[in-house]
């Protein structure tokens, strides 16, 4: 059973969502919040498995709140749900934390498809999403791989949504090595961070 928690500061899109949810066996919705501090107070109360949050909510935004929520329940997915698809945007969710972004008018196929994925560990972004500009990056002109062998496992791993400690148990290797490689492929291949180092993995399109 996946439980869910939906942010959203349109009641009527909560209740939208959850009558389409509502046959699906094994999700269900358990809580519901309309601002983002409602939805910091709901999760801590009744720690989902996965949140759908709004990006512009009251009081809190679904980025700060997705920070809150990833650092106190590292566990919890997040999906974002929001009517924007710019990079910004969706820059700012993936390094708070999300592991998906929907854009509000998906249907009902991809908003199921994007919770058993992301509850899976694995991340979804909407079709209608540019999950990053290849061309403003630094990657190697002479067609030569720039990362190592284990670079290249971990950097699956990471699109695959792991964490640094899920991905150091699975190598067998510390969780300073896994974050010393991250920061090294970050700097090998002109990124910004941690969430541009996942649009890459992601757009290596890994079988994953």
Do not use: C, W
């Amino acid at each position: 059973m996946i439980r869910i928690v939906i942010a959203e500061d349109h009641q009527a899109l909560i209740d939208g969502i959850t009558l389409l949810l509502m046959p699906q066996e094994d999700i269900r919705i358990v809580g519901t919040a309309n601002d983002g501090e409602r939805l910091i107070e709901v999760v801590r109360k009744l720690k989902p498995q996965l949140v759908l949050t709004d990006i512009r909510m009251p009081k809190m935004d679904g980025i700060a709140a997705t920070k809150i929520i990833k650092k106190e329940f590292p566990e919890i997915k997040v999906i974002a749900f929001s009517m924007f698809d710019q990079d910004e945007a969706v820059r700012q969710m993936v390094e708070a934390g999300a592991s998906g972004y929907l854009l509000k008018n998906s249907g009902l196929a991809e908003v199921k498809e994007a919770i058993y994925k992301v509850a899976a560990g694995r991340l979804y972004f909407d079709a209608g999403v540019n999950t990053g500009n290849q061309d403003s990056r630094n990657i190697n002109k002479t067609g030569e791989e720039p990362l190592s062998q284990r670079q290249l496992e971990i950097l699956k791993l990471v699109g695959q949504g792991l964490s640094n400690i899920e991905i150091s148990e699975k190598l067998f290797i510390g969780r300073t090595t896994v974050e010393t490689h991250r920061k090294n492929m970050i700097s090998k291949l002109g990124l910004q961070g941690s969430g541009e180092l996942m649009r890459y993995a992601l757009e290596r399109k890994y079988d994953f």
